[in-house]
């Protein structure tokens, strides 16, 4: 157990409207990443962060922003929500070592409707 | 640019039959690294093996192998024996060294055991 949770697990918004989903770890780990995946599309990541206030843009940032100004909270924000945003939404943690790399783990996922 | 492909969307097979799912990667780098998860249907990813380029060597865990050539560019995952409990959704992912290491995933393989 990697110690993620995400909140909320469910939420079904209406377009146009501000969504923030949070991600928080127990463990203190470096590294925290959003993905989102679709059908057809596996996980695609939106953004991560190596570290309190470092994040960078993934493979489909458009339309979202995101915030880590604690090491165990990670922030992602849809501004105005649009229908193309519905999807399951997961954060993941790396642990990192001083040698080689580790595996991403997972946290639940948070489903996200837009109507 | 990185890419994963896995060209079986979805595979049917009986109760003990064995099963490989094809993965082939794409990448510019010397450096770089494997990963299969697993996501049952409750929906969460659950990490299965990581292969860095240097280690050739094939895997085994139980029911689960896993052979890396690179000289096919393929990270292959068999199932022998399969059972119910291994229907699952199996991503392969790739990730390239350098800091960040992000993954790229690919579409997953939708693997459907039948008692």
């Known amino acids: 157990d990697a110690g993620i949770t995400q909140s909320p697990r469910h939420k079904v918004t209406e377009t146009g409207t501000p969504v923030t989903l949070r991600c928080h770890q127990t463990?203190?780990?470096?590294?925290m990443y959003w993905y989102r995946q679709d059908p057809g599309h596996g996980l695609r990541l939106i953004h991560y962060?190596?570290?309190?206030?470092?994040?960078d843009k993934g493979e489909v940032s458009d339309g979202y922003s995101v915030s880590r100004s604690k090491t165990e909270d990670f922030l992602l924000t849809l501004e105005s929500a649009t229908s193309s945003q519905t999807s399951v939404y997961f954060c993941?943690?790396?642990?990192?070592?001083?040698?080689?790399?580790?595996?991403?783990?997972f946290g639940p996922g948070t489903r996200l409707t837009v109507l | 640019a990185q890419k994963v492909t896995q060209a079986q969307t979805e595979i049917s097979v009986v109760e003990k039959e064995d099963v490989t799912l094809d993965c082939v990667y794409e990448t510019r780098d010397t450096t770089y690294y494997l990963f299969w998860y697993k996501q049952p249907p409750s929906g969460e990813l659950v990490f299965l093996i990581r292969?860095?380029?240097?280690?050739?060597q094939n895997e085994i865990s139980g029911r689960y192998s896993w052979n890396f050539q690179k000289s096919t560019s393929s990270f292959n995952f068999t199932i022998t024996a399969s059972q119910v409990v291994d229907s699952a959704v199996y991503f392969c992912a790739l990730s390239e060294g350098g800091g960040s290491e992000k993954l790229v995933f690919g579409k997953g393989t939708k693997l459907t055991v039948n008692p």
């Open positions: 292969r860095n380029s240097f280690d050739e």
């Open positions: 463990e203190n780990h470096r590294y």
């Open positions: 993941a943690i790396r642990e990192s070592t001083l040698v080689g790399i580790n595996e991403q783990f």
């Open positions: 962060s190596y570290g309190v206030k470092d994040t």
